[in-house]
Protein backbone atom coordinates (compact mmCIF):
# COMPACT_ATOMS: atom_id res chain seq x y z
CA UNK A 1 0.00 0.00 0.00
CA UNK A 2 1.14 3.35 -0.57
CA UNK A 3 0.20 5.46 2.83
CA UNK A 4 -0.55 9.30 2.14
CA UNK A 5 -0.04 11.95 4.43
CA UNK A 6 -2.27 14.99 4.43
CA UNK A 7 -0.40 18.01 6.77
CA UNK A 8 -3.24 20.17 7.83
CA UNK A 9 -2.31 23.62 7.09
CA UNK A 10 -4.54 24.87 10.55
CA UNK A 11 -1.64 24.13 12.72
CA UNK A 12 0.60 26.01 10.99
CA UNK A 13 1.52 29.82 11.35
CA UNK A 14 -0.77 31.59 9.18
CA UNK A 15 1.68 34.87 9.55
CA UNK A 16 4.07 32.59 7.93
CA UNK A 17 2.10 30.87 5.27
CA UNK A 18 4.24 30.68 2.17
CA UNK A 19 7.25 29.76 3.95
CA UNK A 20 4.60 26.52 5.44
CA UNK A 21 3.51 25.99 2.41
CA UNK A 22 7.28 26.06 1.16
CA UNK A 23 8.43 23.61 3.79
CA UNK A 24 5.69 21.11 2.78
CA UNK A 25 6.56 21.06 -0.61
CA UNK A 26 10.14 20.13 -0.16
CA UNK A 27 8.57 16.70 1.98
CA UNK A 28 6.68 13.72 0.75
CA UNK A 29 3.54 14.66 2.15
CA UNK A 30 1.15 13.68 -0.75
CA UNK A 31 -1.37 16.53 0.02
CA UNK A 32 -2.34 19.70 1.64
CA UNK A 33 -5.27 19.46 3.79
CA UNK A 34 -6.92 23.07 4.10
CA UNK A 35 -9.66 23.22 6.29
CA UNK A 36 -12.59 25.51 5.97
CA UNK A 37 -14.93 26.42 8.61
CA UNK A 38 -18.02 28.99 9.06
CA UNK A 39 -18.68 29.19 12.57
CA UNK A 40 -22.03 28.13 11.78
CA UNK A 41 -21.28 24.19 10.95
CA UNK A 42 -18.29 24.26 13.38
CA UNK A 43 -18.25 26.34 16.33
CA UNK A 44 -14.81 27.85 14.75
CA UNK A 45 -13.99 30.12 11.62
CA UNK A 46 -10.60 29.36 9.93
CA UNK A 47 -9.94 30.74 6.47
CA UNK A 48 -11.66 30.92 3.28
CA UNK A 49 -11.57 30.99 -0.79
CA UNK A 50 -8.76 33.90 -0.83
CA UNK A 51 -6.88 32.15 1.36
CA UNK A 52 -7.21 28.61 -0.17
CA UNK A 53 -6.01 30.70 -3.43
CA UNK A 54 -3.07 31.88 -1.83
CA UNK A 55 -2.06 28.58 -0.64
CA UNK A 56 -2.65 27.17 -4.28
CA UNK A 57 -0.24 29.58 -6.05
CA UNK A 58 2.93 28.44 -3.99
CA UNK A 59 1.89 24.98 -3.30
CA UNK A 60 3.42 21.43 -5.25
CA UNK A 61 0.91 19.33 -3.81
CA UNK A 62 -2.71 19.01 -4.55
CA UNK A 63 -4.76 20.69 -1.89
CA UNK A 64 -7.39 18.26 -0.40
CA UNK A 65 -10.38 21.04 0.71
CA UNK A 66 -12.48 19.82 4.16
CA UNK A 67 -15.65 21.99 4.04
CA UNK A 68 -16.90 22.29 7.67
CA UNK A 69 -19.48 24.91 6.26
CA UNK A 70 -23.54 24.70 6.15
CA UNK A 71 -24.39 24.89 2.33
CA UNK A 72 -20.86 24.11 0.89
CA UNK A 73 -23.28 23.54 -2.30
CA UNK A 74 -23.45 27.47 -2.80
CA UNK A 75 -19.11 27.40 -2.60
CA UNK A 76 -17.64 24.90 -4.98
CA UNK A 77 -17.08 26.60 -7.76
CA UNK A 78 -15.37 29.01 -6.42
CA UNK A 79 -13.13 26.29 -4.18
CA UNK A 80 -12.37 24.71 -7.34
CA UNK A 81 -11.22 27.74 -8.80
CA UNK A 82 -9.37 28.55 -5.72
CA UNK A 83 -7.48 25.02 -6.76
CA UNK A 84 -8.94 22.75 -4.50
CA UNK A 85 -8.48 19.05 -6.10
CA UNK A 86 -10.59 17.35 -3.82
CA UNK A 87 -13.40 19.14 -2.22
CA UNK A 88 -14.93 17.27 0.92
CA UNK A 89 -18.24 17.77 2.38
CA UNK A 90 -20.24 17.18 5.57
CA UNK A 91 -23.17 14.33 4.99
CA UNK A 92 -24.68 16.13 8.13
CA UNK A 93 -24.65 19.65 6.04
CA UNK A 94 -26.20 18.09 2.83
CA UNK A 95 -29.72 17.10 2.59
CA UNK A 96 -29.40 16.14 -1.08
CA UNK A 97 -25.57 14.67 -1.05
CA UNK A 98 -25.87 12.77 -4.10
CA UNK A 99 -26.63 16.20 -6.38
CA UNK A 100 -23.85 17.49 -4.23
CA UNK A 101 -21.19 14.76 -5.17
CA UNK A 102 -22.18 15.07 -8.64
CA UNK A 103 -21.52 19.10 -8.82
CA UNK A 104 -18.08 18.44 -7.31
CA UNK A 105 -16.98 15.45 -10.00
CA UNK A 106 -18.87 17.91 -12.69
CA UNK A 107 -16.16 20.80 -12.14
CA UNK A 108 -13.60 18.09 -12.06
CA UNK A 109 -12.56 17.95 -8.83
CA UNK A 110 -12.68 14.78 -6.75
CA UNK A 111 -15.45 14.46 -4.36
CA UNK A 112 -15.23 13.53 -0.74
CA UNK A 113 -17.67 12.85 1.97
CA UNK A 114 -16.55 13.30 5.60
CA UNK A 115 -18.74 11.77 8.53
CA UNK A 116 -18.98 13.49 12.16
CA UNK A 117 -18.07 11.04 14.69
CA UNK A 118 -21.63 10.46 15.77
CA UNK A 119 -22.19 9.57 12.50
CA UNK A 120 -22.24 5.81 11.78
CA UNK A 121 -20.59 4.66 8.25
CA UNK A 122 -23.73 2.59 6.58
CA UNK A 123 -25.25 6.28 6.07
CA UNK A 124 -23.00 6.25 3.20
CA UNK A 125 -23.48 2.51 1.16
CA UNK A 126 -25.69 4.22 -1.10
CA UNK A 127 -23.02 7.18 -1.98
CA UNK A 128 -20.45 5.21 -2.10
CA UNK A 129 -19.77 4.31 -5.34
CA UNK A 130 -19.54 7.69 -6.49
CA UNK A 131 -17.54 9.25 -3.96
CA UNK A 132 -13.46 9.57 -4.53
CA UNK A 133 -12.93 9.72 -0.48
CA UNK A 134 -14.64 9.14 2.87
CA UNK A 135 -13.28 11.26 5.98
CA UNK A 136 -14.03 9.74 9.07
CA UNK A 137 -13.79 12.18 11.66
CA UNK A 138 -11.99 11.30 14.44
CA UNK A 139 -11.94 14.78 17.02
CA UNK A 140 -15.19 16.74 16.91
CA UNK A 141 -14.19 19.14 14.41
CA UNK A 142 -14.03 22.86 14.54
CA UNK A 143 -10.40 22.68 16.35
CA UNK A 144 -6.91 21.25 16.08
CA UNK A 145 -4.95 19.86 19.07
CA UNK A 146 -7.64 17.11 19.71
CA UNK A 147 -7.61 14.03 21.56
CA UNK A 148 -8.27 11.21 19.03
CA UNK A 149 -11.61 9.17 19.64
CA UNK A 150 -10.65 5.24 19.84
CA UNK A 151 -14.23 4.48 18.59
CA UNK A 152 -12.47 5.56 14.88
CA UNK A 153 -11.01 2.06 14.68
CA UNK A 154 -14.41 0.08 14.77
CA UNK A 155 -15.51 2.67 11.76
CA UNK A 156 -12.40 2.41 10.02
CA UNK A 157 -12.83 -1.28 9.63
CA UNK A 158 -16.99 -1.06 8.60
CA UNK A 159 -16.10 1.06 6.14
CA UNK A 160 -13.70 -0.89 4.65
CA UNK A 161 -15.88 -3.64 4.55
CA UNK A 162 -18.68 -1.70 3.29
CA UNK A 163 -16.23 -0.22 0.35
CA UNK A 164 -15.32 -4.04 -0.59
CA UNK A 165 -19.38 -4.91 -0.61
CA UNK A 166 -20.10 -2.19 -2.65
CA UNK A 167 -17.12 -2.56 -5.44
CA UNK A 168 -15.97 1.46 -4.43
CA UNK A 169 -12.50 2.64 -4.61
CA UNK A 170 -13.00 5.36 -2.53
CA UNK A 171 -10.04 5.59 -0.27
CA UNK A 172 -10.53 6.35 3.57
CA UNK A 173 -9.12 9.44 4.99
CA UNK A 174 -9.12 10.04 9.19
CA UNK A 175 -8.70 13.80 10.26
CA UNK A 176 -7.90 14.78 14.16
CA UNK A 177 -5.38 13.73 16.71
CA UNK A 178 -3.47 11.85 14.34
CA UNK A 179 -0.10 10.60 15.50
CA UNK A 180 2.55 8.11 15.45
CA UNK A 181 0.76 6.51 18.89
CA UNK A 182 -2.41 5.49 16.09
CA UNK A 183 -0.94 6.02 12.58
CA UNK A 184 0.18 2.48 12.22
CA UNK A 185 -2.58 1.07 13.65
CA UNK A 186 -5.19 3.41 11.48
CA UNK A 187 -3.05 2.09 7.79
CA UNK A 188 -3.69 -1.72 9.64
CA UNK A 189 -7.51 -1.02 9.61
CA UNK A 190 -7.74 -0.03 6.57
CA UNK A 191 -7.21 3.47 6.55
CA UNK A 192 -5.75 5.30 3.14
CA UNK A 193 -5.27 9.14 4.35
CA UNK A 194 -4.20 10.60 7.70
CA UNK A 195 -4.19 13.82 7.97
CA UNK A 196 -2.11 15.39 10.76
CA UNK A 197 -2.15 19.15 12.43
CA UNK A 198 -0.60 19.58 15.07
CA UNK A 199 1.40 16.47 15.24
CA UNK A 200 3.74 17.70 12.43
CA UNK A 201 3.54 21.66 12.96
CA UNK A 202 4.38 21.58 16.83
CA UNK A 203 7.13 18.70 15.67
CA UNK A 204 11.09 20.15 16.22
CA UNK A 205 11.11 18.93 12.44
CA UNK A 206 7.97 18.73 10.65
CA UNK A 207 9.17 17.06 7.29
CA UNK A 208 11.24 14.49 9.62
CA UNK A 209 7.57 13.69 11.15
CA UNK A 210 5.99 13.32 7.76
CA UNK A 211 8.52 10.91 6.35
CA UNK A 212 8.35 9.08 9.69
CA UNK A 213 4.82 8.66 8.85
CA UNK A 214 4.99 7.62 5.65
CA UNK A 215 7.75 5.18 6.87
CA UNK A 216 5.42 3.63 9.07
CA UNK A 217 3.69 0.55 7.58
O1 LIG B 1 -10.63 19.21 10.57
C1 LIG B 1 -9.89 19.29 11.50
C2 LIG B 1 -10.39 19.82 12.79
O2 LIG B 1 -11.72 20.15 12.66
C3 LIG B 1 -8.55 18.75 11.36
O3 LIG B 1 -8.11 18.71 10.00
C4 LIG B 1 -7.46 19.27 12.21
O4 LIG B 1 -6.78 20.32 11.56
C5 LIG B 1 -6.51 18.17 12.50
O5 LIG B 1 -5.62 18.68 13.41
P1 LIG B 1 -4.90 17.77 14.49
O6 LIG B 1 -5.97 17.10 15.30
O7 LIG B 1 -4.08 16.78 13.71
O8 LIG B 1 -4.09 18.75 15.25
Not at 109 to 122: I, T
Request: one cysteine or more; glycine letters at 6%.
Amino acid sequence: MNPIIAPSILAADFANLQREVEMINQTNADYIHVDIMDGVFVPNISMGIPVTEAIHKHAKKPLDVHLMIMHPENYLKQFKDAGAAYLTVHYEACPHLHRTVEEIKALGCKAGVALNPHSPVYLLKDILKEVDMVCLMSVNPGFGGQKFIENTFKKVKSLKKLIVETGSNAKIEIDGGVSMDNAKALFDAGADVLVAGNFVFSSQNPAETIKNLKNIV
